[in-house]
């Protein structure tokens, strides 16, 4: 059993950054690949990006690619999300995700979720 707390949401401007962090606690997080999705309201939830268990190779959707950069901390038990560039559409509730597979895209690949942290991008 893997528990997610994601943090570090918040009201950004346009074109603002910020970072999210996902902490792990249960056993083996430096096993799954983890990942971040996000859902806005009255959309389906959407894959954003994945990373592998020694955070050496990564993989985004093309909506965010070169704004946002996952990232991991295994000593941490954490995995990142920094988002740069923000523009209102990313505005949504944002979600980590502990996964055995790779490169996993879909939500039912994933296992273990946390409870999510709301972005909101707006002047």
């Known amino acids: 059993q893997v528990q997610l707390v994601e943090s570090g949401g918040g009201l950004v401007q346009p074109g603002g950054s910020l970072r999210l962090s996902c902490v792990a606690s249960g056993r083996s997080f430096s096993s799954y690949r983890m990942g971040w999705f996000r859902q806005a309201p009255g959309k389906e939830r959407e894959f954003l990006a994945i990373?592998?268990?020694?955070?050496?190779?990564?993989y985004y959707a093309g909506s965010v690619k070169g704004r946002f950069t996952i990232s991991r901390d295994n000593a941490k038990n954490a995995v990142y999300l920094q988002m740069n560039s923000l523009k209102p559409e990313d505005t949504a509730v944002y979600y980590c995700?502990?996964?055995?597979?790779?490169?996993?895209?879909?939500?039912?690949?994933?296992?273990?979720w946390g409870q999510g942290t709301q972005v909101t991008v707006s002047s």
């Open positions: 990373v592998s268990v020694n955070g050496g190779s990564t």
């Open positions: 995700a502990a996964t055995a597979h790779w490169p996993a895209t879909l939500e039912t690949q994933y296992a273990y």
